[in-house]
């Protein structure tokens, strides 16, 4: 678990991050990872000194399963309301199928992560720049996924949640690996949209975090 700004934690399970934000209403989760993580998620806030009874809301980037996939488990345990863009519930709650894997490697994987157990999203995102909950500013960046959503939090000069959006490499930020990306012009184009923004602080569904002024490693990758 490491610390990105005060209250900002990241949660490395395997190749993909959770956060968890503390505020003065409780816990916020963004994402949850894998199928089977939430007693690792359950352990990462015994180590802050929090439990998942305060853990208030859950706040989701997109339905694939690396980042939905302890959704259900937590969302029963903790009782907290999951918000989520109205785009992306076809696949939360089981209406629609996953997307099957493309290649070898990703049927492998696919195969690894397991079934996911669909469930209710309490809050819908419909709107973009809209406030999910105090603090959060809910960004609508299609083209991983049709309804991704990043969030920028209002704290330390500004976090960004980027989820798929954006991803980083060795201190880089790149966009999504086009394999697993729905429309790869629109993503190219929800990572200019983030890069006019402005925030000191970056983190991600996989890679380590960006600090020191973050926005201008996103410039610099829609510069190329």
Same mark, same amino acid.
């Given at each position: 678990m490491r610390e990105v700004v005060d209250g900002v934690f990241e949660l490395r399970l395997g190749y993909v991050n959770v956060h968890l934000v503390v505020t003065d209403d409780g816990v916020v989760l963004v994402d949850t990872g894998l199928p089977g993580r939430s007693p690792l998620i359950e352990r990462g806030l015994h180590g802050i000194r929090r439990s998942l009874g305060e853990v208030t809301t859950i706040l989701v980037t997109h339905h694939h399963p690396d980042h939905v996939g302890s959704l259900a488990t937590l969302r029963e345990r903790t009782g907290a309301r999951v918000i989520a863009h109205a785009a992306e519930v076809p696949w939360i709650g089981g209406h629609m199928p996953p997307a099957q894997p493309v290649g070898v490697l990703a049927k492998l994987v696919g195969r690894m992560v397991g079934t @996911? &157990? $669909? !469930?209710? @999203? +309490?809050?819908?995102? !419909? #709107? +973009? *720049? %809209? &406030? $999910?909950? $105090? *603090?959060? !500013? #809910?960004l609508h960046t299609p083209g991983h996924t049709r309804g991704h959503v990043s969030y920028l939090l209002d704290r330390a000069g500004g976090v960004l949640f980027a989820g798929d959006a954006a991803a980083s490499r060795r201190g880089r930020v790149t966009g999504p690996p086009r394999v697993v990306t #729905? +429309? $790869?012009?629109? #993503? *190219?184009? %929800?990572l200019a949209r983030l890069a006019e923004l402005e925030f000191d602080h970056a983190v991600f569904g996989h890679g380590k975090a960006v600090s020191g002024l973050a926005v201008e490693a996103f410039r610099k990758a829609v510069a190329g």
């Open positions: @996911v &157990e $669909p !469930t209710k @999203v +309490d809050q819908l995102i !419909t #709107a +973009d *720049g %809209s &406030e $999910p909950l $105090p *603090g959060f !500013t #809910a #729905a +429309d $790869p012009v629109r #993503a *190219g184009e %929800s």
